[in-house]
Structures are given as C-alpha cells and as structure tokens.
C-alpha cells in the first residue's frame, strides 16, 4: 500500500494534470446546493444541472418545499433515476430544516445527517463546498481511485476509505484530494477503460502496469 508521503504525492501529480477543480453541481445557495447533493444519487451532476434551474426558481426556501407535495416536485426532477423517492426525501429534508434548524442549512455531520435524504457522503460535500469545513466524502470514483493505487485495502468500506485516506493527507488538503480523485476518475482512471498507457500515475500503480503488459502482449 502506498503510505502518506506516496498518497499526497499521487494527489499532487493529478493537480499538475487538473490545476484547478471543483464541485460541478451549480447551486446559489447552500440550501439548493443541499438539494442538488440529494438529487445526485445514482445519476450524474450533469443531469442534476440540467432539471436545477426550474426547481430552485420554483422552490426558492426550505419553507417553500416543506409546504408542498412529492406529487409537487416529481414534474421537475421525473428526467432523473429514482425521481419518486428524491421527492419525498426533498420534502422531508426541507421539512427538518424549517422544523429543526429554522430553515438554515446545519454545518456539522450530525445534524445534517439528521436530515432525510442525507448520508455521509452527502454531509461531507455539503460542509466542504457550502462551508469550506475540511471533509473527505466518497463517492464512486474515489473509492475506485483509492483501491486501484493501492491508497487503502482492496476490501476496504467507504467509511475505512474516508478515514484512512483522511489520516494519509494534510487536513487542508481533503477537500482538493476529493476534487482531483473525482476529476480523475472522470477523465484519466475510468471504471472500464482507464487510460493506463498514458497515466503519469502508472509507476505507482500496480494494477495499472499490469492492464498496460497485458494490452502489450496483445499486440
């Protein structure tokens, strides 16, 4: 397993390829950025910018959703997986902001877990990009990253991934480590066809060197 100095330096290297990166879901104000979070299970953050603008115009304030109907959003969100249960999470998230944090998004793990609709995944992307509070959430495509450079155990959970990725980096730097593994994911380390020839990440990536010998010796 790669040990904290070779992890940050694998973050570092895909900062060189991705300078500048960030959260894709396009939200004005942490309250809609909460709902984009929810809306972005098991869908892409495509599809969720797509359907945002006439949901948020539609319900600008906690008070607004908490007072309406799953029947009410579903016609804005029916383009995306899952719409009917999003909706009735969307409801009952906003209905314990307005009942329980006087409609203001929270800003621990806590209480924003609390919330229906909200895991941990979900609180950690909320309080890093609405709160800039230090968090290392897991999604798909960190796990992936994870595992397949060997940052944690190949059996590794989702909670072991975070908390082992979060003591192997600075605390400063989790945040940007969830960004860059993200982008990574996305665009060089891809779920079945990574792009393992011309990644600047292959000397430390066993895996990797062997899906390249192999593809060698096909040749």
């Known amino acids: 397993m790669l040990d904290a100095k070779e992890t940050l330096q694998a973050i570092q290297i895909m900062g060189k390829t991705y300078p500048t990166t960030g959260s894709s879901l396009v939200a004005d104000t942490p309250f809609h950025f909460l709902m984009a979070v929810i809306l972005s299970a098991q869908t892409t953050d495509k599809a969720v910018n797509q359907i945002s603008p006439a949901l948020f115009a539609r319900f600008k304030q906690p008070e607004d959703l908490a007072n309406a109907k799953p029947s009410e959003v579903e016609p804005y969100i029916q383009t ?49 990009e609405c709160f800039g509070i230090p968090a290392l959430a897991v999604d798909t495509h960190v796990g992936r990253i994870a595992k397949r450079l060997a940052m944690v155990k190949e059996d590794a959970t ?62």
Not at 171 to 194: D, F, S, V, Y
Request: aromatic content about 6%; charged content about 20%.
């Open 80 to 128: 995306i997986g899952l719409y009917h249960n999003k909706a009735k999470y969307l409801v009952a998230c906003a209905q314990g902001l307005v009942t329980q944090f006087d409609g203001q998004v929270p800003k621990t793990h806590k209480e924003l877990m609390s919330l229906a609709g909200v895991g941990r995944k979900t609180a950690d992307v909320v309080l890093a």
């Open 158 to 219: 989702v909670n072991q991934i975070e908390q082992t990725l979060m003591k192997k980096l600075p605390k400063e730097m989790w945040i940007t480590a969830h960004h860059r593994m993200i982008i990574w994911g996305r665009n060089q380390c891809l779920a079945r066809a990574p792009k393992c020839q011309t990644c600047p990440l292959l000397f430390m990536c066993q895996e990797g060197q062997k899906r390249k010998h192999s593809i060698m010796r096909r040749m």
